[in-house]
Structures are given as structure tokens and as C-alpha cells.
């Protein structure tokens, strides 16, 4: 009896679910009820009209590769059906399967070149894509049927905006504007690019500001830009007052806080530009404009001791970071090698590791450090700087031993010895050097030994090597000085 009953349940409940059309539940956005049903359906009821509307009810869940699986079952069942391939095109620019997306929305464009959403959604996921040009080329295809289309002309602003060509992006934001004076995000990006081309277009934002906050009195982001227009437009006791009242309405940002005291202070409102100074040296205290106008400030009224400190961490923070800095050093030193002006290059190494001494591959890059012989310098000033660059080279790595492999130091020991035996024999007692800045200093024959006995001994076969080539360094050498002198005398 139990077994009969629930199969009657079953039979009941899978009519049930056959009744009730998935499509009415995905238009009341019942979602989850779609798939619950879904899961009592038979194989039989695996319609196309079925499975869309679960694709649908995944859709909105934003669980796409789920509505992903079930678009693609329709695409079987009607491999034409441009809805469909719009769908799957949808969904595969939401799961970024951009060559997918590109596929499905050009078939659709193969059978209807005219269809507005596929070309549409070409142009974005191009612009999503970062092909900005192409974009809006596409865009300006569909301009032809839609010209002053806000949406579309809010696009090609963007992708301008994208290329760093700001002009161009004011000209299509304010005609989308014309055509949608109550978009709040639209008037936004209009004004922000005309407060970057600065000049006369200041004027015309604060026109736009105040058209802009009439139809969206209350929104925060308007008052925000038309604060800032004002501030730019050096009318600082109006930017006063809109910073004032969107602190007063609860608008703590850092941006708000710290124009506002901006505002005050260029008013002439010293005292009462400091309260809100404060607030922004405490969310910032690296911001330079907020240190200068905090102790300026102070300085006018009452505070003379923290107005000295505050100046001083202003000076502190104007410095460059360091790290961008040697970076910098290390770049145009690069190029200068590049372009065979090794003298400027040494110099910008050598500076960048007196500011990062820990950084001894900075010396690896200076002229002279891999000439293998004393003799093979080309003059006397090369012999010098070599010397010198070698030798700190070497006592700075001996620092940090751990970091290099026993053949760095076989290799400095060998030049060394020869140095040695070369000062020695020529019974010289010391040697001129040179730094890559240009300051004269001197190794003793006495400090050469010693720099020497710190360094590993160079094995007798690897002692071996480096003799063999050298000599074929030498020799190699001999023949290219035959030719050179062969091709300049013509004998």
C-alpha cells in the first residue's frame, strides 16, 4: 500500500511540474523555483522551451557556465536561431570566452548584418578588450540607424577617454549628455574631463554642474564634481559652501574633508580651515598640499611650533621616492650603454649603488669589471677606472660571500695575481684610480696582497682555462689589429 502511494505521489508531483510553465516563473523572477521544478522534469520534457528557461533561471542566479550548458542544448535543437546565438554570446563575453563571444555574435551578423545587438555587442567586447579604435568603429557603424543614441555616444567618450585623447571624449560625452540630461554618471564623466583640459573649459563644467545638480538636487557625486569645479575655477568661498553642506549631509571623504579646508584656506578663512585639515592630515599625513596648508595655516594663527613641523614633513614628502628614484638612475644608464656612452653610464650606476649599496649587481654593469688582464685596458684613464670599479666590486661582494659562486671570486683572483705580478715586477708600490664620478684615489701594493689572501685560491685546472683563454684572447686580438691595419693602409 505504501509503495503504491508513493508512486501515485511521484506521478502527481511530475504532473505537476509539466503544468506549470518554467517561462511564467523566469518573467516573475522566481528563479530558484525554476530549477527546483527542473529537477522533476522526465528526459521527455526536455524541450527547447524548457531548457531556455532554465538557461534563463541559471542566468539570473549569475551561475553562467550552468546557463552556459543549457543555451548550447538549444543551440543543438536549432543551430540558426539568432536569439540563441545572441544568448551564448552574452554569456561567453560574462565568462570572458572572448573568441567564443566573437564567433557566436559573427555568425548571427552572417545571416543578418544588421542586427543591432550582436553589432553592438562586438563593439564592447572590443572595448572591453582594450581595442579601442576598433570599438569605436563599430559604434560609429551603428551611429548610422541611431546618431544621437546617448548610450552609444557615452562609449566612444570612453574609448577616448581609454586613448588619452580627452578632446575627443568631452565632444561625444556632451552630445550624449544633450540627449540625457538626468544620467548622473554621464554629466559626471563630462565634467571630470573638462576639469582635466582645464582652462576655459572650468567655466563651462560649473555650467554643466549647476544643469546637472537641477535635475539630481540631492545626489552626493554631483555635488562632489561641482565642488571641485568651483574649487578649480578659483571660486573658492562658493566651493566653501557646496564642501559645507555635503559635510553637514554626512559626507566624510577624504576628498570632501580635504577641499574643503583647501577652499577655506584660499578664502582667507585661516582659523577655520583648520579643522577640516586636521582631519585630512589624520587620514593622509603624506599629502603634501594638506601639510604646506595645515601649517601655513597654524602659522597665521596661533600654532607657530607645529606650523615649523608641519613645513618640515611637507619638505620631507616633496622628495622623490627612492625606490623610483634609483630605478630612474638605473634606466638612463641603460640607455646611455645602449648608445655607447659608456663614461655617462658608469656614473649613473655608480650613483645608483651609492644610494643602494646592498645592490652590488649595479657595480657588475660598470666599464672594466669584465676586462680578464691588467693589459687589456685600452689607455691609462680606462686602466684606472677599471682598477677602481673592480676593486669595490670585489670587497663589496666579499660582504655578502654567500650570495656568489666560488668561480666570481676565481675569476677577481686571477686578474689580482696579475695586477700583482705585473706592480711587482715594474717595482711599483701603488696604482692610480679613478671612480666613475671623477675622484682620484690610490691602491698600495700592501692592500693588494691583502685583498688577495681573502679571496678563494683559483684551482690549478680552472688556473688552466683561464690561461688558454686568454691566450686566444690575445690572439684573437692580434688578428683583428692585422686587419684593422690591413683595411686602413690597403696592404
Not at 579646508?261 to 577640516?276: D, L
Not at 648608445?339 to 657588475?364: C, F, H, I, R, V
Not at 691588467?374 to 655578502?400: H, M, P, W
Request: charged residues 25%.
Amino acid at each position: 500500500m505504501k509503495k503504491l502511494l508513493l508512486l501515485f505521489c511521484c506521478f502527481t508531483l511530475t504532473g505537476a511540474a509539466q503544468e506549470i510553465s518554467l517561462q511564467e516563473l523566469v518573467g516573475q523572477r522566481k528563479y530558484k523555483e525554476v530549477l527546483a521544478h527542473a529537477e522533476t522534469l522526465s528526459e521527455a520534457d526536455s524541450t527547447y522551451t524548457n531548457l531556455y528557461a532554465i538557461g534563463q533561471a541559471y542566468e539570473g542566479l549569475l551561475r553562467y557556465p550552468q546557463a552556459y550548458q543549457h543555451y548550447m542544448l538549444c543551440l543543438k535543437m536549432d543551430s540558426t536561431n539568432v536569439d540563441i546565438l545572441n544568448t551564448l554570446g552574452r554569456m561567453a563575453v560574462n565568462m570572458g570566452r572572448a573568441k567564443d563571444a566573437e564567433h557566436y555574435f559573427s555568425t548571427v551578423l552572417q545571416t543578418d548584418s544588421t542586427n543591432f545587438y550582436a553589432n553592438y555587442q562586438i563593439a564592447r567586447l572590443h572595448q572591453q578588450l582594450g581595442n579601442y579604435e576598433t570599438a569605436v568603429e563599430w559604434y560609429e557603424k551603428l551611429r548610422v540607424e541611431d546618431e544621437d543614441n546617448p548610450v552609444l555616444l557615452r562609449n566612444i567618450g570612453d574609448c577616448f577617454t581609454r586613448m588619452e585623447i580627452p578632446m575627443s571624449a568631452v565632444f561625444y560625452y556632451f552630445l550624449a549628455y544633450s540627449a540625457n540630461r538626468e544620467n548622473v554618471s554621464l554629466a559626471s564623466s563630462l565634467i571630470n574631463t573638462m576639469l582635466r583640459l582645464g582652462g576655459d573649459y572650468i567655466e563651462e563644467a560649473i555650467a554643466i554642474c549647476d544643469t546637472a545638480v537641477y535635475y539630481n538636487p540631492d545626489n552626493r557625486l554631483l555635488q562632489q564634481n561641482r565642488g571641485m569645479a568651483l574649487f578649480l575655477g578659483k571660486l573658492y568661498a562658493e566651493a566653501d559652501t557646496t564642501y559645507s553642506n555635503l559635510m553637514a549631509a554626512g559626507d566624510s571623504t577624504y576628498l570632501t574633508i580635504k577641499y574643503a579646508g583647501a577652499s577655506r584656506y584660499y578664502a582667507g578663512q585661516f582659523m577655520n580651515s583648520i579643522e577640516p585639515l586636521e582631519y585630512a592630515y589624520e587620514m593622509d599625513s603624506t599629502s603634501v598640499e594638506v601639510c604646506l596648508l595645515l601649517g601655513s595655516a597654524l602659522g597665521k594663527t596661533y600654532d607657530r611650533k607645529r606650523a615649523y613641523e608641519l613645513l618640515d614633513k611637507a619638505e620631507q614628502n616633496m622628495k622623490p621616492n627612492p625606490v623610483f628614484t634609483r630605478q630612474l638612475l638605473r634606466f638612463r644608464a641603460e640607455t646611455y650603454r645602449k648608445d655607447g656612452k659608456y663614461d655617462m653610464a658608469d656614473k649613473l650606476y655608480y650613483k645608483a649603488w651609492q644610494e643602494d649599496p646592498q645592490n652590488t649587481d649595479l657595480l657588475s654593469f660598470i666599464s672594466g669589471v669584465n676586462v680578464s688582464r691588467i693589459e687589456n685596458y685600452s689607455d691609462e684613464t680606462a686602466r684606472q677606472k677599471g682598477l677602481f670599479i673592480r676593486l669595490l666590486y670585489v670587497k663589496e661582494a666579499l660582504k655578502i660571500k654567500r650570495r656568489y659562486e666560488p668561480s666570481f671570486f676565481h675569476y677577481h683572483r686571477y686578474f689580482f695575481e696579475s695586477l700583482y705580478n705585473d706592480m711587482f715586477f715594474r717595482s711599483v708600490s701603488e696604482e692610480p684610480m679613478l671612480s666613475p664620478d671623477g675622484k682620484k684615489s690610490v691602491l698600495h701594493l700592501i692592500d693588494l696582497r691583502q685583498l688577495i689572501n681573502e679571496l678563494p685560491e683559483v684551482p690549478e685546472k680552472e688556473k688552466e682555462t683561464m690561461d688558454k683563454n686568454f691566450e686566444r684572447f690575445q690572439e684573437a686580438r692580434k688578428e683583428q689589429e692585422k686587419i684593422l691595419k690591413k683595411n686602413s693602409t690597403g696592404k
